[in-house]
């Protein structure tokens, strides 16, 4: 059973920065696709960066060159890093893995992450 806990959401001013950890665990973290997505109210849920068992990464145009998506597989542990963050960064943010042996996704319960101008 795959289970996914994230942390490190919160309030931040503008320009500030966070760092969101998304532990794993149930799963073989290492050949797995983690992912990080977000959703803000009435809006649907997007695509912010990706990171693949080889370190491929992937990120959505509005957060490229602030944000940076990393991972530690001995900790089955994966995290964004958030800077220069802008008010349009708030939403909630959730962990997704991606099973390639399976195709299966697993989410985490998000965290809330708030951007104040």
């Known amino acids: 059973q795959v289970q996914l806990v994230e942390s490190g959401g919160g309030l931040v001013q503008a320009g500030g920065s966070l760092r969101l950890s998304c532990a794993a665990s149930?799963?073989?973290?290492?050949?797995?696709?983690m992912g990080w997505y977000r959703q803000a109210p009435g809006k649907q849920r997007e695509l912010v960066a990706t990171?693949?068992?080889?370190?491929?990464?992937k990120y959505a145009d509005s957060v490229k060159g602030r944000f940076t998506i990393s991972r530690d597989n001995d900790k089955n542990t994966v995290y964004l890093q958030m800077t220069s963050l802008k008010p349009e960064d708030t939403s909630v943010y959730y962990c997704?893995?991606?099973?390639?042996?399976?195709?299966?996704?697993?989410w985490g319960q998000g965290t809330q992450v708030t951007v104040s101008s």
């Open positions: 990171i693949t068992g080889g370190g491929y990464t």
């Open positions: 997704n893995l991606y099973n390639i042996l399976t195709q299966n996704d697993y």
């Open positions: 149930g799963s073989i973290f290492s050949i797995n696709t």
